[in-house]
């Protein structure tokens, strides 16, 4: 067995018994410092940065701690070879070049999992309360693209490994991928566009231009964001399909806008129908939650043969989704009032919507 493998190590001896129990003793006692004390001094450090408020810090160290582990393992290892073989291992070129490429492979795994966190809690990438990272879940998630191909680079070149006929396939597959993935890279390119953009974020509330898609931004990868709907549902979006399709960014809005119609019977008079707008104008402007700068319109805006239809549109300064349904609630009630006070007549809007399709029936 020590022959089959001497061509790894050639300057490898017969190891004796108790250089064989030596290594494995080395090994199992390195194996329990790393995995119970090692761990545990990290999980301290981590708690302390906690509570000094370093909070990146924090979580930097206790993403790298798996691959710190890992490398110090690895030597450990290396170390109890050693032993057997009575030579150490750095004084072969191979088994060097192995041992760096471990390193360089520890070291980018821990940057890779420290960025992959972040991608998936872009809400912590913050350096205190009053600033705001600029990087988003698709820029982390190209940079930990880059971070691979970096320590795949580095790795190669350990091994001396001839990288131009590599890139050069590579650039040539890429361009006969180009043409098939077309769909794809368009998608990559509208997410590319939305980071730099920035015409939202995670956790802003969206909806499209024709409402077929609303609701907040749970994630944003490589080719689809992630939405989370108004009815608890998850809807995953090309993002070349929302880079073409205008985006109302609703929670952007400063203030929201309330209109609703209503449906008055023709039996009533232009003075009755005027005073109503009118007496319905003024509780609005005395409301103190509605906007007194923004327009509100209070007015017939169609006349049937049935029915008037009364525009009621106006604005209240916050976009908190409750204090717009209690403003709303509030004018409900007061319209009630004051339509019952001068017992106005309203039209059901189902019998509306039968007259208007009998009169399409008889047109027709």
Partial sequence: MIDSIRWIYTNMIDPKLTDIVSALVLIVIGWLLQHYLLKYMIQKIVRFFEKKSKL???????????EIRHAIFTLIVFFSLSIIMESSLFSSPSMRNLLYSLMVFYFFKGVYDVLAYYANHPESFHLDVSKSTKLTPFTLRIVNAFIAIIAIVLIASLW?????GFLTGIGLTSVALAFGVRD???????GLSMTLDKPFQVGDYISTEDSKIEGVIQDINLRSTLI???DKGIVYVPNAYLM?????????????????YYYLSTKHTEEEIRNICNEVNKQIILH?????????????????ADYY???????????????RYEVQQDILFVIKQV????????VDQDSIKINDSERDLISN
């Fill in 160 to 164: 001396n490994f001839n990288l131009n």
């Fill in 56 to 66: 990146m810090t924090a979580r930097i160290i206790e993403h790298f701690s798996r």
């Fill in 309 to 323: 239809r009364m525009l009621v549109s106006y604005y209240i300064p916050s976009n908190d989704i409750h204090e």
């Fill in 228 to 230: 989370a709907t108004a």
């Fill in 244 to 260: 073409n399709k205008p985006i109302y960014n609703l929670t952007k809005r400063e203030k929201r806008k309330i209109q609703t």
């Fill in 184 to 190: 794809t890279s368009s998608h990559i390119f509208g």
């Fill in 339 to 346: 339509m019952d006070d001068a017992a106005i007549i309203l």
């Fill in 288 to 304: 103190p939650q509605t906007s007194k700068d923004d327009l509100i319109l209070v007015y017939i805006d169609e006349f049937h």
